[in-house]
């Protein structure tokens, strides 16, 4: 699996020079981030399938914002997917995977949090 980096691109489109603004959505994101995984997994766990796609389509958006919009686009894949089966079972290995991706984005943006403390 591709390592996810943050997308500079991305977060200069979003920011431009002002990395206040980009901290503070980045450490809204750190904040959240045990809730979030805890509720994709109490969905999946629980097998409903209309929560799962409720949470996948209201956090999906969120990635585009810290700069990962493969993660974003990862779940809105999984979101449509869970319109499309009867059971969690189908989406296991795209679920887990989105799992890894939501950790990977969260170590990126918390060194990126740490680099901008160093930096200043």
Sequence with gaps: MKTIQLNNEVLQNL???????????????LSGYTDLKQNLFSAYESGNLDSMKS???????SFMYIGVPEVSDFFKKLEVECSKIRDRYSI???????????????????????YYKKAC
């Design 15 to 29: 920011y431009g020079d002002c990395e206040e603004s980009k901290t503070e959505v980045f450490t809204e994101f």
């Design 55 to 61: 949470l996948l389509h209201y956090h999906g958006p």
């Design 92 to 114: 296991s290995a795209d679920f887990f995977r989105l799992l890894q991706m939501v950790d990977d984005t969260h170590l990126q943006v918390y060194n990126q949090i740490m």
